[in-house]
């Protein structure tokens, strides 16, 4: 991961923590958001029983 452009440009600004948490808010977000978008669209029935 050292070599990763990306990451070398987050560490710039924030510590790995905050940026882990960033990371795992981020992704969490897009997990809910994919469900969501499933579920409405029909294509997971199993996803409208939560």
């Not at 960033?22 to 029935?45: E, H, Q, T």
């Amino acid at each position: 991961m050292e070599n990763f452009n990306v990451n070398n440009l987050f560490t710039a600004f924030t510590s790995d923590e905050s940026l882990a948490l960033l990371l795992i808010m981020i992704g969490a977000f897009l997990l809910g958001w994919l469900a969501g978008w499933l579920s409405r669209s029909g294509k997971i029935k199993a996803l409208k029983k939560k």
